[in-house]
Each structure stands twice: as C-alpha cells, then as structure tokens.
C-alpha cells in the first residue's frame, strides 16, 4: 500500500536543512531562499532494458538510479541538493520493493548531503520504472556546459572506461566532488559525463561546440573490465573498442584550454587518474591517431535510445 510506502519514507528519510516538508503531503517544500541559479535533471531506469531485476539485486538498481543522475549534475559541475522519486511498481511484491529500492537509494543520497523531498508511487502489472528528479546548485565558477569547447582545447577524462557491464554500471562512484573541484581551481571550457559511451558522447560535446576532435588511440585509459570482457566474449572485439563504445562508465570529458590542461596533469588533484587523450579541431567530425601517426574516421559508437 502506497500509505505504508510513505509511513516508511517518513521514518527512514533523515532530517535535511533544505526540506520544510517532506513525503506525505501533495507537494514538498524547500527552503531554496539563497539559491541564485539551479539545474534541474531527471533520469529513468526501466526493467528488462536498463537492467533486469530477475539478475540483480533492488538496492543496487535503486543506487544505480541516483547515481546516474547524479552524474547529470557532476557534469554540470553542480552541487546536489535535492530530488524526488517517482517508481511504477510491479503489483506483486511491490512493496518489499519499494523498500529495497530506497535502501539503495538513500545511503547515497546522505553521501551527498541529498534532500530526498518526496515523489510519486503507481501499480501495475508490468515491469518496474523507476524516475528520479535532482536539483542541483550552479556554483561562482558557473556551470559546465556541452557547447564551451573551442579548437585546440585538450581532451581530458576522469577514470578509465570499458566493461562496466560486468558489474561497475551499477557501482560506479558519480564524479561530483571530482567535477566541482575542477571547476573551481582551473579554467574548463565544457564538460559532459559519458553515459552512452566515450566516442558518442565525445562525439555529443564536439557537435554542441561546433568542432571536432581527435582521439589518440594510445592514451585511452582502458579499465580492466574492458580487457576482461574481450577476453570473455572472443568475438574480435578488442579493449579499446570497448573503452571507446561500451558506455555506462560515467566519467567525465573535459574541454580544457592548453596550458590549464597541462597544469591539471601535473597537479593530478583526483583520487582518480586524469588522462589527456586528444583535442578539439575547427574541423568538423571524429578522428581517430592510431599508434605510428595515421588517421581515420572514429565512428561514433554507443547507447541509443531507439523509437519511431
């Protein structure tokens, strides 16, 4: 029962300075008095395409939900403050759920110091949908946007890609910290986190910009995980491709002005590595260095979500 939901909200959620009303009522309230600029993002996670509940467990899936949106706002270079979550439930089951989507969800949220406001609760007798609403807090250094980057800015990532399927899409640690730090101590020109897959979403950025860029094939960070499935699947399909086209790694691409990017690759300020792995040309397209200086179309590879 949707009343037993919001009994449980009401005792699990932890108190928040943000939250004037929380779950319960037809609408939350938020003291938001000192909030100049905000983003806004929302994100949904559906059963049998986005994972499939039958192989993993709730809480990861309720985890994975925020933290995808999470990223959204990592690649903002935002501050997380508040959201609502809104799930259509399979009617069998669904409350036990329910909860063990929230316990998943709100061990995260508190990382984040995350005011989680309320949201909305359905039935049916398909499969379950869960959707996930962040406001996030634009900081002095402004936001990071897809269409900032200019020819000649430096290609720098966060972490290493490929193979997240083997279990890290639900995992993975969203880059906020790592993106309002970097926003702040350097210069970055634009930003976007890679949900559908290294080259289309650099690809993404390119476009946006109105530029194009050049990977060098050599300095991709290749996860282990991508070693791992190309091992596991040997199909001819190599670590790199992976690292380029798998997606679901949620890392950071950054535009950076030359002499910044040096000056980042020096300071290394992460927990995580940055990589240099190309940079962006006033001619239009994806190109990829190959090892020994040839170049070749990148074509873009990677999630898409596909309807007529």
Known sequence: MESELIAYLRKRIPRHPLLRLGPGD????????????????????????????????????????????????AAMAARPLAGVVAVVLPRRGGMQLAVELFEGILPLAEKYNLAIAGGDTNSWDGPLAISITLIGQVTAAGPLVRGGARPGDRILVTGSFGGSILGRQFDFEPRVEEALLLNQRYGLHAGIDVSDGLSVDLAHLAEESGCGAIVRADDVPVADDARRLAEKLADGSTPLAHALDDGEDFELILAVPPNEARRMLADQPLAVPLSAIGEFTAESGLWQLDRGGSRRPLVPRGWQQEFD
Do not use: I, W, Y
């Open 26 to 73: 037809d609408a939350a309230v938020l003291h938001l008095a000192e909030l100049d600029q905000c983003v806004l993002t929302v994100d949904m996670l559906t059963d049998q395409v986005d994972f499939e509940l039958k192989r993993v467990d709730p809480r990861r899936v309720g985890r994975k939900a925020l933290a995808v949106n999470l990223s959204d706002l």
